[in-house]
């Protein structure tokens, strides 16, 4: 599967993004999706996944409460809403695919090229 990330930009803190991943492939809602993200000088970070069906969704501490990860299936692409951003929050985000649970969240096997999010301060 090819993913391929967007919406990024550069944004004020306490404002919102969505980023989206569109997936290539007939087979999108086989695969758990996710989003990582890597600040300057930092090692890339797990942010959110979601299953198959989009019923269940998981976030880093960091993030829970202001960001929510969502799917549609039937434009294969997974979405990724952020709100109340922080200058904290700025990284460059990817998405990225996995068939197997739990290697989505530390070494999935399809990655997207990544979106640069900026929060000033």
């Known amino acids: 599967v090819q993913l391929q990330a967007s919406g990024g930009g550069l944004v004020q803190a306490g404002g919102s993004l969505r980023l989206s991943c569109a997936a290539s492939?007939?087979?999108?809602?086989?695969?758990?999706m996710g989003w990582f993200r890597q600040a300057p000088g930092k090692e890339r970070e797990f942010v959110t996944a979601?299953?198959?069906?989009?019923?269940?969704?998981y976030y880093a501490d960091s993030v829970k409460g202001r960001f929510t990860i969502s799917r549609d299936n039937a434009k294969n692409t997974v979405y990724l809403q952020m709100d109340s951003l922080k200058p904290e929050d700025t990284a460059v985000y990817y998405c990225?695919?996995?068939?197997?649970?739990?290697?989505?969240?530390?070494?999935?096997?399809?990655w997207g090229q990544g979106t640069q999010v900026t929060v000033s301060s």
């Open positions: 979601i299953t198959w069906s989009g019923r269940n969704a």
């Open positions: 492939g007939r087979t999108f809602s086989s695969y758990f």
């Open positions: 990225a695919a996995d068939q197997a649970w739990d290697r989505l969240s530390t070494f999935p096997q399809y």
